[in-house]
């Protein structure tokens, strides 16, 4: 097994400039020895991936991209950030976000690999929300649903949307969550294999209408949903809905509480519609119950 080390200085010499005489005798074989140190760099990052050295690895793949890049070998740079990325992924976030960033830029604007740049995106949100950064992590996952929109993807893009969705509803990000919840519904209607998600998709979004304290617009998107999918009257979340409206007009928070605990008897809350549904009692239906005082 050859010393990553020495790889990389053979890599250096091979790609360091030729200057004055040097540079004119060699002439048209400095793309061939620019070649060369790309693939000792690239040796260099495996033997420290097998190593376990995954900052060092994803340096050395960063350096192949750098040489590919004055060459202007567009998929390659592209490539290499890629494993740079998948290197640095798990000691280096700061690192993987940046190497992935070009690599999906490159993939837009170099290669028209729509297809390739929504996947990665999608791993750029996951990243960014693995480290806390809510706001990116929004932004990723909708560029990623526009992406895979334009490569005619509409489950993907579902699937990004409501990564979105979900994470805008949960950050407070309520106008957001209730945009995209719209627009995964009105792909989803009609269509035999998502529609049964539906009923997640009208629950949710009627709850980000409720925390912005929008009762009668709430039920007038309600009533458009049942008109455009009839089946939703038929539904626990359609119950529960209407329970919370009559909760609200009554300002009876027991009562809220009680319809609440009903239905996560048959269908188990999850920490999304947990967070809502308390803060729809909180703000709206205990507001209610204080007016009537």
């Known amino acids: 097994m050859s010393d990553p080390r ?26 061939f020895r620019l070649e060369e140190a790309t693939d000792l760099y690239i040796q260099a990052a495996n033997q420290y991936r097998l190593n376990k050295d995954f900052n060092q690895a994803g340096n050395q793949f960063v350096k192949a991209a750098d040489i590919q890049k004055g060459l202007s070998n567009h998929n390659d740079v592209a490539n290499h950030l890629i494993e740079a990325y998948k290197c640095y992924k798990g ?13 999906i830029h490159i ?50 893009s579902n699937k990004a949307y409501l990564k979105c969705a979900d994470l805008s509803a949960l950050s407070g990000k309520y106008e957001k969550a209730i945009e995209l919840y719209d627009i995964i519904i009105k792909n989803s209607l009609g269509n035999n294999l998502t529609k049964w998600n539906l009923k997640d998709y009208f629950l949710k979004s009627l709850l980000c209408v409720l925390c912005l304290d929008d009762v009668i617009e709430a039920q007038k998107k309600s009533a458009n949903y049942l008109s455009e999918e009839p089946s939703w009257e038929a539904t626990r979340e359609y119950k529960l809905v209407q329970d919370i409206f009559e909760s609200i007009e009554q300002g009876d928070v027991q009562a809220f509480s009680d319809k609440v605990f009903e239905f996560d008897q048959f269908s188990k809350l999850d920490k999304l519609k947990t967070q809502l549904l308390l803060k729809v009692k909180n703000s709206v239906v205990e507001k209610e119950d204080d007016d009537l005082l």
């Open 91 to 103: 000691v280096s976030p700061t690192d993987a976000i940046d190497a992935l960033s070009k690599a």
């Open 107 to 156: 993939f837009l604007t170099q290669n028209g690999q729509f297809r390739r740049a929504a996947n990665f995106t999608m791993d750029l949100a996951e990243l960014y929300e693995s480290n806390s950064d809510t706001d990116n992590a929004i932004k990723s996952y909708e560029q990623a649903g526009d992406y895979f929109t334009t490569d005619h993807a509409e489950a993907l």
């Open 6 to 31: 020495s790889l990389i200085v053979e890599a250096e010499k091979l790609a360091k400039p030729k200057t004055g005489f040097m540079s004119f005798l060699s002439g048209s074989s400095n793309s």
